[in-house]
T-cell receptor, first 115, second 115 residues
Framework: AQKITQTQPGMFVQEKEAVTLDCTYDTSDPSYGLFWYKQPSSGEMIFLIYQGSYDQQNATEGRYSLNFQKARKSANLVISASQLGDSAMYFCAMRLYSSASKIIFGSGTRLSIRP | DTGVSQNPRHKITKRGQNVTFRCDPISEHNRLYWYRQTLGQGPEFLTYFQNEAQLEKSRLLSDRFSAERPKGSFSTLEIQRTEQGDSAMYLC?????????????FGPGTRLLVL
């Protein structure tokens, strides 16, 4: 069965420091995509970054980068130079291309940035 | 604003009442998804449409739930005879199926409280 595991329920980080949010996934399908979403207290899920299973390079989007280690089935999100506005819930998610287009989400990590 | 919109943003109802939520996707997107998110969890897939066709429904979608997308644009999600267990955030997402890098963009959600 497909599964996303986020083992850090909550994290505190000092402003301007880098932070790594952990994500491991489980699937036997060779073709899949991995996503990270941010959910502030307002509730909206904001797309951050995408990594395809066949992508050769790790994805980067501004201050966000995805540390993709396929053999370990991990897709950690790295946020550089954290800002107060980064405080939110962060969800790792996966979509399989062989079946329906639904996204499977992890349970999330609540990130709090200290000034 | 060209993002996904949802109405209402909040709904309080009494047990046994019917409720209907609306989702307006990004205009050129041909796929539309509904998810449910309970407190402290990641979103769970309910159903999705490609244009007008409802292509998949989760086991979570009981007989009391029905979703429509009559003209392939906006969608409605109706819950009949609401129960307290239906209290959750209902999220809508849309995407454009053009490649394997299909990304779902979410609306702000409708928060339902059943008393």
């Amino acid at each position: 069965a497909q599964k996303i595991t986020q083992t850090q329920p909550g994290m505190f980080v000092q402003e301007k420091e880098a932070v790594t949010l952990d994500c491991t996934y489980d699937t036997s399908d060779p073709s899949y995509g991995l996503f990270w979403y941010k959910q502030p207290s307002s509730g909206e899920m904001i797309f951050l970054i995408y990594q395809g299973s066949y992508d050769q390079q790790n994805a980067t989007e501004g201050r966000y980068s995805l540390n993709f280690q396929k053999a370990r089935k991990s897709a950690n999100l790295v946020i550089s130079a954290s800002q107060l506005g980064d405080s939110a819930m962060y969800f790792c998610a996966m979509r399989l291309y062989s079946s329906a287009s639904k996204i499977i989400f992890g349970s999330g990590t609540r990130l709090s940035i200290r000034p | 604003d060209t993002g996904v919109s949802q109405n209402p943003r909040h709904k309080i109802t009494k047990r046994g009442q019917n409720v209907t939520f609306r989702c307006d996707p990004i205009s050129e997107h041909n796929r539309l998804y509904w998810y449910r998110q309970t407190l402290g969890q990641g979103p769970e897939f309910l159903t999705y449409f490609q244009n007008e066709a409802q292509l998949e429904k989760s086991r979570l979608l009981s007989d009391r739930f029905s979703a429509e997308r009559p003209k392939g644009s906006f969608s409605t999600l109706e819950i009949q005879r609401t129960e307290q267990g239906d209290s959750a955030m209902y999220l809508c997402a849309s995407s454009l199926l053009t490649s394997s890098r299909e990304t779902q963009y979410f609306g702000p959600g409708t928060r339902l409280l059943v008393l």
